[in-house]
């Protein structure tokens, strides 16, 4: 039997439905308008186009949005003074610098330079921590919207395996990290494989929930996944081009084989991708709720 598919744009969107009526309550009850400002640095295509999404939900969910264009060249110091601007402006609750930055900018500082009540991406330690000791916190936005997925969508996680592939700061660990966590949407057994598994078939076949960010164009076959489990597929692979140069995507897993055997399957693209910008939404509400004491 083929899998249901998990689909983020449906999932999205009924997240963004909450928001906007959120966001309404929030502005004629407390005359409170969340605040996001996008901060690009440079003219890194992929990077003016995900910023363009974000300030385009912005909008349309009824936030105050601020985009900050930077030239590629401006001082690290002066990224720090124009953050520090920002972590002072009572009308702004997010601020979200694009990633990557260009190399004579040391990310790591940036992103600490974000004061934590303010970081909606939920990059700075601040935030990190609390997440790992289950205090309320920005959850980062990848992690989130598969755990909204996951929710929504009716998984058991409560004492299933789950199977991340991938360790990174952004997706691997802090999947792995909530779904561990004793609560609703976690309650479960995590493994966490990456390039040094030794046998990575063997603990993807006993994932009850199999998890997928390597950013590796079909490295999960239909034969390393079990009957019936939930796959969740983070990856996004370029793997060419339409004849009208739109990027060809494709996923970490082998969708059209393991679909026949999973009971749920996110599609890519289509899947993870629309929850993302979403959660940054969603985390900027939270921010202005906390702001306003709300
Ligand atoms: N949809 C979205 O919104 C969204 C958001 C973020 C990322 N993504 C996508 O998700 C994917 C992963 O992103 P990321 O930032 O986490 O990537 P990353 O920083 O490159 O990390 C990839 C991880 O996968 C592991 N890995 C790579 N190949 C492997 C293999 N053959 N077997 C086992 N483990 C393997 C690596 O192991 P080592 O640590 O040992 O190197 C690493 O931990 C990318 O395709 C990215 O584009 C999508």
Do not use: W
């Not at 363009?52 to 939900?57: D, F, I, L």
């Amino acid at each position: 039997m083929s899998a249901k598919i998990i689909s983020g744009v449906e999932i999205a969107k009924q997240i963004r439905e909450e928001l906007k009526a959120e966001v309404a309550e929030m502005k004629e009850k407390h005359g409170v308008t969340p605040g996001l400002v996008t901060i690009l640095v440079g003219e890194n295509p992929a990077s003016v186009s995900y910023v363009t999404a974000k300030q385009k939900t912005a909008h349309e969910l009824g936030f105050y949005s601020v985009q900050d264009n930077q030239p590629a060249d401006i001082s690290e110091d002066a990224l720090l003074s124009l953050i520090k601007k920002y972590n002072d402006d009572s009308a702004i609750h997010g601020i979200l610098v694009q990633l990557p930055l260009p190399k004579h900018i040391n990310e790591t500082k940036v992103l600490y330079a974000i004061h934590p009540d303010k970081d909606v991406d939920g990059f700075h330690p601040v935030n990190v921590g609390k997440m790992v000791i289950g205090e309320q916190c920005f959850l980062p936005c990848t992690p989130h919207g598969i755990l909204e997925m996951l929710m929504r969508s009716g998984a058991q996680t409560k004492g299933a395996e789950v199977v991340v592939v991938g360790r990174s700061n952004i997706v691997g660990k802090p999947i792995a990290n909530l779904m561990l966590q004793k609560r609703d949407g976690g309650d479960a057994t995590v493994t966490i494989c990456h390039t040094r598994t030794r046998d990575m078939a063997f603990h993807t076949r006993r994932a009850d929930i199999l998890i997928v960010a390597a950013g590796r164009p079909k490295v999960i076959t239909a034969d390393m996944v079990k009957e019936g489990a939930v796959v969740i597929d983070v990856g996004v692979n370029r793997i060419g081009q339409t004849p009208e140069g739109k990027a060809i995507l494709c996923g970490d897993v082998d969708f059209e084989a393991i679909k026949e055997k999973a009971s749920m399957i996110t599609p890519v693209p289509g899947g993870v991708g629309p929850m993302t910008i979403t959660m940054l939404m969603k985390n900027t509400v939270q921010a202005a709720r906390q702001a306003a004491g709300l």
